[in-house]
């Protein structure tokens, strides 16, 4: 058996990474979910007297309060 370059141990010793964490990265599979997360996005919100916005419409007009205004939100620093 022709082996080339270093075992994994001496470089996982060498660069100071525990080996639990170098086989849990190597065997770490990111596995889809079986349950949603909640009901969809129902695309638009009520306005207090009841009549309905679409989430577009909620989208442009806060852009437009975000252009216009020169004034920075936030906390002082």
Known sequence: MDKKGYSIFKVLKIIGIPR???YYQKNYRVEEKKV???RP??????????QKVSDEQIK????KEIAGDGDNYGYRK
């Open 20 to 22: 639990s964490t170098y």
């Open 36 to 38: 949603s997360e909640g």
């Open 41 to 50: 996005s129902s695309g638009h919100s009520f306005k207090e007297n009841g």
């Open 60 to 63: 442009e007009v806060l852009l």
